[in-house]
């Protein structure tokens, strides 16, 4: 019986062998793409543009996900990185790819003033009527900024001024309500009104754009709602 067990041990050794000889080798190695994608995205993060080229010419995936969802066009327009995100647009990253928190690269660049970048996505399909996390529009946050230049860029490429977001407020009460009321803000106001905001459109409230100007001593904006 001795004999016989040991037999059947060999056995099965000899076979738990073959099939472990059988079995591929676990690779060490990613594929060269995944390596060229880690490097497009380390390459945005740092706002190298020749580095993010070498990326792409290796086979890097344009618009692959990183930290938080986003994207390497998403990473350099955060950083305002222009030379970087420029070379990605023109290579066709997606403009309008969102992150984690909804930021694409047309928002996040409107809603900080990034013209620069904000320019090369709406030349390059951005949708004006994309919004963020609050339900808004590029104008919203830019006109909350105060960012005139920003303001008009996005009145002229055709975003409605008059989109409400998801605090029932449109631009021209954000300007005015997240505002201090200074010269920034007036000119801010002008250029929506000019732009074609409605003034007569309440916030959640009920409360008009002018008398949420006058409750806060804003006599300048008053002047422009009235004009």
Not at 18 to 41: F, I, K, M, N, Q
Not at 91 to 96: F, H, K, Q, R, T
């Amino acid at each position: 019986m001795l004999f016989a067990a040991a037999i059947a041990v060999s056995t099965l050794l000899a076979a738990t062998a073959c099939t472990a000889s059988t079995d591929p080798a676990p690779s060490s190695e990613e594929p060269s793409v995944s390596e060229a994608t880690r490097d497009l995205l380390d390459a945005a993060t740092a706002g190298d543009a020749a580095a993010a080229q070498a990326a792409l010419d290796a086979g890097a995936d344009i618009d692959a996900r990183g930290d938080a969802g986003m994207t390497a066009l998403v990473t350099a327009t955060k950083a305002n990185s222009v030379d970087a995100a420029r070379l990605l647009i023109e290579a066709g990253a997606d403009v309008n790819a969102k992150d984690d928190i909804q930021d694409s690269a047309y928002l996040y660049a409107g809603a900080r003033g990034h013209d620069e970048i904000l320019q090369l996505t709406l030349d390059h399909g951005a949708d004006l009527a994309s919004t963020n996390r609050f339900g808004g529009t590029a104008l919203i946050p830019a006109s909350e900024r105060g960012l005139l230049s920003t303001v008009r860029i996005l009145l002229d490429a055709g975003v409605d001024p008059n989109h409400v977001n998801n605090l029932n407020w449109t631009a021209l009460h954000e300007a005015i309500v997240l505002g201090d009321g200074s010269r920034a803000y007036v000119d801010v106001v002008r250029a929506l009104i000019d732009g074609g905001a409605d003034v007569t459109i309440p916030d959640g409230d009920g409360v008009l754009p002018r008398d949420l100007a006058a409750s806060r001593g804003y006599d300048a904006i008053v002047a422009e709602i009235d004009r």
